[in-house]
């Protein structure tokens, strides 16, 4: 290690100041509302309030997946919330989600409205409702959920650990960074070994397993997250690549990346999506600003 001074934790841990790093000026030790702002409701059956990272694009694409299948009831209205700005602190957002993390989604086609947070539980809510990328019997199920389950679990190991360290951490510490470097690395060859004798990551059926690690694994591979990809050597995971391409062709992915999307191509953001015809008609003066 270099240039890292040891750090002696205290007795009792206080929060005293912002740890410095982007998001520094929104993260605190505490929950709940921080401004009195009530949420926009379009017209469709599903609200959707997100951002175009990889958990909000897992319940884009789904949605995009659905609607291609041709499940009408999946129309949905997909509202930007900046989370850098703190948008995940309205009061209306803190109402449908209290651990103020996107994305969240409101099903009013029902006499409740019911509110659906978590991305895993966004995802097996869907699959169940429209009764689609879930297999039905016993062991491909049960597959396609060992493989969400392990993606919820996996993933902040990237986002967390590897990403705030390597991208957004405001000092680079050689310890941090090996030590999740080294966790990513192990993902991936779980992820390549495991494609090696499979379609996808059920077997040969696309499902919400799928849809749930793409937006990360597949994004890393791709070469979309942390700009990390000559750092992790991702091109030797040539079978996690050949199956994020083969994700990647489908039109639905492509429509559901570019939702909520702020980042990267200007050409591939619709900030807000409200109509399928927004895909068609989306120009660079569309973009909410």
């Known amino acids: ?21 982007d998001f520094a000026g929104i993260n605190r030790p505490t929950a709940g509302a921080r401004v009195d702002k009530e949420l926009p409701v379009g017209r469709h059956p599903l609200q959707l309030y997100s951002m175009g990272t990889p958990n909000g694009v897992k319940v884009t694409i789904m949605l995009e997946e659905l609607l291609e299948l041709g499940h009408s009831g999946a129309e949905y209205d997909a509202w930007l919330v900046r989370i850098g700005d703190g948008g995940q602190f309205n009061s209306g957002f803190v109402a449908l989600n209290p651990n103020s993390k996107i994305p969240v989604l409101q099903d009013r086609s029902t006499p409740n409205p019911i509110r659906v947070f978590e991305s895993g ?29 392990w993606q919820m679990s996996s ?18 510490f050689e310890y941090a960074i090996d030590r999740f470097s080294m966790e990513v690395k192990r993902q991936l060859d779980v992820l390549d070994q495991h494609l090696a004798n499979n379609e996808f990551m059920s077997g040969h059926d696309y499902t919400i397993a799928d849809i749930s690690i793409f937006p990360w694994y597949g994004g890393l591979v791709l070469g979309w997250l942390y700009e990390a990809g000559e750092f992790l050597s991702v091109h030797q995971y040539k079978n996690v690549r050949r199956w994020a391409d083969t994700v990647y062709a489908r039109p639905a992915v492509k429509r559901g990346r570019m939702v909520n999307q702020v980042r990267g191509d200007l050409s591939q953001q619709l900030h807000e999506r409200h109509e399928a015809s927004d895909f068609d008609t989306k120009t660079q003066d569309k973009l909410v600003k």
């Open 155 to 172: 993933a902040p190991y990237l986002g967390g650990g590897f990403g705030h360290f390597y991208a957004y951490a405001p000092k680079k």
């Open 121 to 149: 539980s966004i995802l097996l809510y869907l699959a169940e409702k429209f009764n689609t990328f879930l297999p039905h019997d016993l062991v491909t199920r049960t597959e396609t959920m060992n493989w969400l389950f």
């Open 1 to 21: 290690m270099t240039n890292e001074i040891e750090y002696t934790p205290p007795k009792v841990w206080t929060w005293e100041k912002p740890n410095g790093g």
